[in-house]
């Protein structure tokens, strides 16, 4: 399995609170990765680390062969150069329009003319299914349609590694498989690697070609769609079951939070 | 990416050999449409043999080139693709768009 990630004994802290717990895995290059587990589990910190947006405590995170925690920020941009990332809240700016948000990636990097940029740009907007709302502004589009122009802009420099965090987070079922096919026709036909966080069940059945799962802050497995499927790991099982965490406290407990005894 | 033009009974052939890219898009734009821009009823017909790699703005400056040509009355044609490349023009659908023949002998009938 050649590797296009590999994380090494990653801690990370918010404050005082250990957030990953000296984690280590690896995300195989050209396919598709599910980062999975519950709210709050560390996944989308995880996911910051990976893209460089967050300095781990200590650990290493090694992408084509560089260590990106020890990179400084001009480092970084050459590394992101080569990474599309779809934010939860698609990140687009509200003042400029889809056609000039998708289009900002190749004006910031790339010294392509105005012409083939436009061309580029409605070839992006017409593979998400935005062909003819160029000229919109992001307040004009519905939640999938913002997302959907969002993952335009990650695919605006053609990149070799995907990220995603949450992409189905807000959108009905219908949109969010829709984007699922896409995101497995990307994979297959650019072969790119692609990185998904999320906690949706049936988009992970349907896209992974690998699981990473995280539980309190722990990797508490990883391997294949059809591995974890079949791990009698009871963590797993009860999130896969859908069942609930067991109460907390005990009546008395209860009583002596709230009490502030 | 190297460019390499040659006549052929009055046609123009452009062999491209390397990665098509955003580094190497802007050069490949020039050549197409300057050629372009001095054709007449004429065929000009690019060799993807060796061709190793296309990303959108490759594409999209075929895109221009296509636009261009179709204003001078010329013909712009592929051959050669690899299949991996070949598979990026059917995604993007433009494998309907271009007119894209399996070699150089079925692209001019010889």
């Known amino acids: 399995m050649e590797k296009a990630i590999e994380v090494e004994n990653l801690v990370t802290h918010y404050g005082d609170r250990e957030i990953l717990k000296n984690i280590s895995f690896s995300i195989p290059k050209g396919s598709i990765t599910v980062i999975l587990g519950g709210s709050g589990c560390g996944k989308s910190t995880l996911l910051k680390h990976l893209i460089g947006l967050l300095k781990p405590t200590s650990g290493r995170i090694i992408i084509k062969g560089n260590d990106i925690t020890k990179m400084n920020e001009d480092q970084m941009n050459e590394i992101r150069k080569k990474m599309g990332i779809l934010f939860q809240g698609a990140a687009l700016l509200n003042s400029m329009t889809i056609l000039d948000n998708v289009a900002l990636p190749l004006h910031e990097h790339t010294k392509l003319k105005e012409s083939t940029i436009e061309i580029m740009v409605r070839m992006k907007l017409d593979l998400v299914g935005l062909s003819g709302f160029d000229s919109f502004y992001p307040s004009q589009l519905s939640g999938g349609m913002k997302k959907r122009a969002g993952l335009a802009r990650a695919l605006a420099?053609?990149?070799?590694?995907?990220?995603?965090?949450?992409?189905?987070?807000?959108?009905?079922?219908?949109?969010?498989?829709?984007?699922?096919?896409?995101?497995?026709?990307?994979?297959?036909?650019?072969?790119?690697?692609?990185?998904?966080?999320?906690?949706?069940?049936?988009?992970?059945?349907?896209?992974?070609?690998?699981?990473?799962?995280?539980?309190?802050?722990?990797?508490?497995?990883?391997?294949?769609?059809?591995?974890?499927?079949?791990?009698?790991n009871p963590r797993i099982r009860m999130f896969l079951e859908r069942q609930p965490e067991e109460e907390k406290y005990s009546p008395d407990d209860y009583f002596k939070v709230i009490a502030g005894e | 990416m190297k460019t390499e033009i040659t006549d052929f009974k009055g046609n123009k052939r452009i062999k491209i050999t390397g990665d098509i890219d955003m580094?190497?898009?802007?050069?490949?734009?020039?050549?197409?449409?300057?050629?372009?821009?001095?054709?007449?009823?004429?065929?000009?017909?690019?060799?993807?043999?060796?061709?190793?790699?296309?990303?959108?703005?490759?594409?999209?400056?075929?895109?221009?080139?296509?636009?261009?040509?179709?204003?001078?009355?010329?013909?712009?044609f592929f051959y050669g693709l690899p299949e991996s490349i070949m598979e990026i023009f059917r995604f993007s659908r433009l494998d309907r768009v271009f007119e894209i023949f399996r070699t150089f002998e079925d692209a001019f009938g010889i």
């Open chain 1, 157 to 232: 420099l053609d990149p070799e590694m995907l990220f995603f965090d949450e992409p189905s987070a807000g959108l009905d079922p219908v949109t969010a498989a829709g984007l699922d096919e896409l995101i497995i026709k990307l994979n297959k036909v650019f072969r790119m690697t692609i990185i998904v966080v999320t906690h949706e069940l049936p988009s992970v059945f349907k896209i992974a070609d690998y699981v990473i799962m995280l539980d309190k802050g722990y990797v508490i497995f990883s391997g294949t769609l059809n591995e974890l499927k079949t791990s009698d």
């Open chain 2, 23 to 76: 580094h190497t898009s802007p050069e490949l734009r020039e050549v197409l449409l300057s050629i372009i821009k001095k054709s007449k009823n004429q065929c000009v017909c690019v060799d993807f043999t060796d061709v190793t790699y296309i990303d959108s703005s490759g594409i999209a400056t075929f895109v221009e080139g296509l636009k261009a040509i179709r204003a001078s009355g010329s013909r712009l």
